[in-house]
């Protein structure tokens, strides 16, 4: 459930009129909702502590706004980086260093000693190499780094290629059949401490029987870990919940993820960690966008919007759908294809789709855009870098200004030698 609906034939935002927003800030521009960003922190917490003693850490590359982040700090939820700019992010939007746990598959140096020196909860390791250079690191400041093993459980997450983690293909997490070696030489190391395990297997899931089979085979090297000695208190279970982008999807409800986790992680005995992006920020948030032209087109018009691909790239990257949906909807249809400005054939929402009848000047969204939407932008076509807008109740403000074309241009330069 979001809080973008209809009232009086208006597509509001809370209790605040998109088109309000259009007209103070302009388009294209995202719009996150605080309920809907809230509700969905609260269904998820509640949902996996049916499991027992849990942290959630939110994947801020899914939406890494300071609003945003405000919002899911002021829910107890910590954070989830992937870079020393989402570490950053993750401490400015308040949340506690304790809290945030360090994923990725190719921290730097830097970036190691940055988390150690902030005092970050947890480092999740890819590869052996890097356990032993942050022990050094640590072990000259030191302090002890918390840690875990990132472990790919070759298991097929059956979502698409492109988000797909967790198979032994995939660069992500070190084989599972080598975690056990791995974990005897890491653990002794001074400035360790290597206290578990975890995975994250793919996004937008469809089915809970992969992450089942995926947490079942952890559970087993769990229980190995255990009885070469080694004391497992942490185990992070990763993120990937889909969300429904369209109103046949069916995914799995948090609720039903939760009593999942509660049954196969049952005895473990041990603070179950989770990433959890889409399934809080997807559908808290839309694109909303300017019809600039229906153009006649040789099978279906052409909606050109004032959205591309460049603002949301979800769909050219990934074949994604999201919903396109009329702020003043008429109530009647048709069909047609949904296209932005960029020059390239794949800026195009949707193709030969029965959306509302729109014209030139009306107002639309697309859906389900607050996760990996705003976060994935690029100025392609030198387009301005799209504003974002928190909205509360009757409130909102913007969170992400509008970063025109000139005030990229301006970290540009020209050479000397080409000047004279
Ligand atoms: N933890 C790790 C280690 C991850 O790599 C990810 C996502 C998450 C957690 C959060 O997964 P989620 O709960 O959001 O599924 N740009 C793509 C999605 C890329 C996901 C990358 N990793 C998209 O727009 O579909």
Redesign the pocket.
Same mark, same amino acid.
Not at 195 to 208: D, F, N, P, T
Not at 327 to 340: F, I, L, Q, Y
Not at 360 to 366: I, K, P, Y
């Given at each position: 459930m979001d809080h973008f609906q209809l009232k009086n034939g208006e597509l509001y935002a809370e209790d605040v009129p998109l088109a309000r927003i259009a007209e103070a800030v302009g388009t294209p521009v995202y719009v996150y909702s605080t309920a809907t960003l809230q509700r969905h922190a609260r269904v998820f917490k509640a949902a996996v502590a049916q499991a027992g003693r849990t942290h959630v850490a939110f #994947?801020i590359? /899914?939406n890494p706004n300071l609003g945003v982040l405000r919002v899911l700090a002021n829910e107890g939820f910590g954070a989830?980086v992937?870079s020393g700019g989402e570490l950053k992010r993750a401490l400015a939007a308040g949340m506690a260093a304790k809290d945030i746990v360090f994923?990725?598959v190719g921290k730097t140096r830097a970036e190691l000693a940055m988390g150690l020196d902030e005092g970050i909860g947890q480092f999740?390791l890819e590869l052996e190499e890097e356990g032993v250079v942050l022990a050094q690191l640590a072990a000259a400041r030191g302090v002890t780094a918390q840690a875990t093993l =990132?472990v790919n459980p070759n298991v097929d997450a059956g979502t698409?290629d492109?988000?797909s983690?967790g198979k032994a293909e995939n660069k992500?997490g070190l084989p599972i059949d080598e975690a056990v070696e791995i974990f005897d030489r890491l653990a002794p190391l001074e400035g360790l401490n290597l206290r578990g395990v /975890?995975l994250?297997i793919?996004?937008?899931?469809q089915s809970l029987d992969p992450l089942e089979a995926a947490f079942t085979r952890i559970g087993k090297l769990v229980e190995q870990l255990r009885g070469r000695g080694h004391a497992i208190t942490h185990v992070d279970l990763?993120?990937?919940?889909?969300v429904p982008y369209r109103a046949e999807d069916n995914p799995p409800s948090p609720d039903e993820f939760g009593a999942m986790v509660a049954r196969v992680t049952k005895g473990w005995d041990v603070e179950l960690m989770f990433?959890?992006? =889409?399934?809080? #920020? /997807?559908n808290a948030g839309v694109l909303l966008t300017e019809i600039l032209w229906v153009k006649p087109g040789v099978i279906q018009p052409w909606v050109i919007v004032d959205a591309a691909m460049n603002d949301l #790239? =979800?769909v050219a990257?990934?074949d994604?759908w999201h919903d396109f949906a009329a702020v003043r909807p008429s109530g009647e249809t048709m069909t047609a294809n949904v296209a932005g400005p960029v020059c390239e054939s794949s800026d195009v929402f949707a193709k030969a789709r029965v959306i509302d009848v729109v014209k030139s000047g009306d107002l639309a969204v697309l859906r389900s855009a607050g996760?990996?939407?705003a976060t994935?932008a690029s100025t392609y076509n030198s387009r301005a870098l799209v504003p974002e807008v928190l909205v509360s109740g009757d409130r909102f403000e913007v969170v992400a200004g509008r970063i025109a074309a000139e005030t990229i241009m301006a970290a540009e330069g020209v050479p000397e030698w080409l000047k004279q």
């Amino acid at each position: 459930m979001d809080h973008f609906q209809l009232k009086n034939g208006e597509l509001y935002a809370e209790d605040v009129p998109l088109a309000r927003i259009a007209e103070a800030v302009g388009t294209p521009v995202y719009v996150y909702s605080t309920a809907t960003l809230q509700r969905h922190a609260r269904v998820f917490k509640a949902a996996v502590a049916q499991a027992g003693r849990t942290h959630v850490a939110f #994947a801020i590359k /899914a939406n890494p706004n300071l609003g945003v982040l405000r919002v899911l700090a002021n829910e107890g939820f910590g954070a989830d980086v992937v870079s020393g700019g989402e570490l950053k992010r993750a401490l400015a939007a308040g949340m506690a260093a304790k809290d945030i746990v360090f994923s990725g598959v190719g921290k730097t140096r830097a970036e190691l000693a940055m988390g150690l020196d902030e005092g970050i909860g947890q480092f999740n390791l890819e590869l052996e190499e890097e356990g032993v250079v942050l022990a050094q690191l640590a072990a000259a400041r030191g302090v002890t780094a918390q840690a875990t093993l =990132r472990v790919n459980p070759n298991v097929d997450a059956g979502t698409h290629d492109k988000i797909s983690t967790g198979k032994a293909e995939n660069k992500f997490g070190l084989p599972i059949d080598e975690a056990v070696e791995i974990f005897d030489r890491l653990a002794p190391l001074e400035g360790l401490n290597l206290r578990g395990v /975890a995975l994250h297997i793919g996004s937008q899931l469809q089915s809970l029987d992969p992450l089942e089979a995926a947490f079942t085979r952890i559970g087993k090297l769990v229980e190995q870990l255990r009885g070469r000695g080694h004391a497992i208190t942490h185990v992070d279970l990763g993120g990937g919940l889909g969300v429904p982008y369209r109103a046949e999807d069916n995914p799995p409800s948090p609720d039903e993820f939760g009593a999942m986790v509660a049954r196969v992680t049952k005895g473990w005995d041990v603070e179950l960690m989770f990433e959890p992006g =889409r399934v809080i #920020a /997807a559908n808290a948030g839309v694109l909303l966008t300017e019809i600039l032209w229906v153009k006649p087109g040789v099978i279906q018009p052409w909606v050109i919007v004032d959205a591309a691909m460049n603002d949301l #790239a =979800r769909v050219a990257m990934y074949d994604a759908w999201h919903d396109f949906a009329a702020v003043r909807p008429s109530g009647e249809t048709m069909t047609a294809n949904v296209a932005g400005p960029v020059c390239e054939s794949s800026d195009v929402f949707a193709k030969a789709r029965v959306i509302d009848v729109v014209k030139s000047g009306d107002l639309a969204v697309l859906r389900s855009a607050g996760a990996y939407g705003a976060t994935m932008a690029s100025t392609y076509n030198s387009r301005a870098l799209v504003p974002e807008v928190l909205v509360s109740g009757d409130r909102f403000e913007v969170v992400a200004g509008r970063i025109a074309a000139e005030t990229i241009m301006a970290a540009e330069g020209v050479p000397e030698w080409l000047k004279q």
